[in-house]
Nanobody, 116 residues
């Protein structure tokens, strides 16, 4: 079981930029997808953004115009930036890793609270 290590989050002012990072320690399969999901109050967990090793990205519907993702393959790291934060971005953000056809791995989640 891969233990994803998330960092970032916490209390952020509206209008600022959120930065989250996640690392998958150890070896992971060459074909993989890493990214971020989130659960906001009253909603199901939803995709924010993810990227495979070839650079292909999948965007969620909610914040596609405010997010960017980058990956450092040498460190099994994925970075998320979400700009122009809104109060509705408050929630728990989960790092996500899919290796080939295996079941996905999830981080424990990091709380993001946007204040006005």
């Amino acid at each position: 079981q891969v233990q994803l290590v998330e960092s970032g989050g916490g209390l952020v002012q509206a209008g600022e930029t959120l930065r989250l990072s996640c690392v998958a320690p150890g070896d992971i399969l060459p074909f993989n997808i890493m990214g971020w999901y989130r659960r906001t109050p009253g909603k199901e967990r939803e995709l924010v953004i993810e990227q495979d090793v070839s650079g292909h990205r999948n965007y969620g519907d909610s914040v596609w115009d405010r997010v960017t993702i980058s990956r450092d393959m040498s460190k099994n790291m994925v970075l998320l930036e979400m700009k122009s934060l809104q109060l509705t971005d408050t929630g728990v953000y989960y790092c996500h890793l899919r290796e080939g056809l295996h079941a996905p791995h999830w981080g424990q989640g990091t709380q993001v609270t946007v204040s006005s």
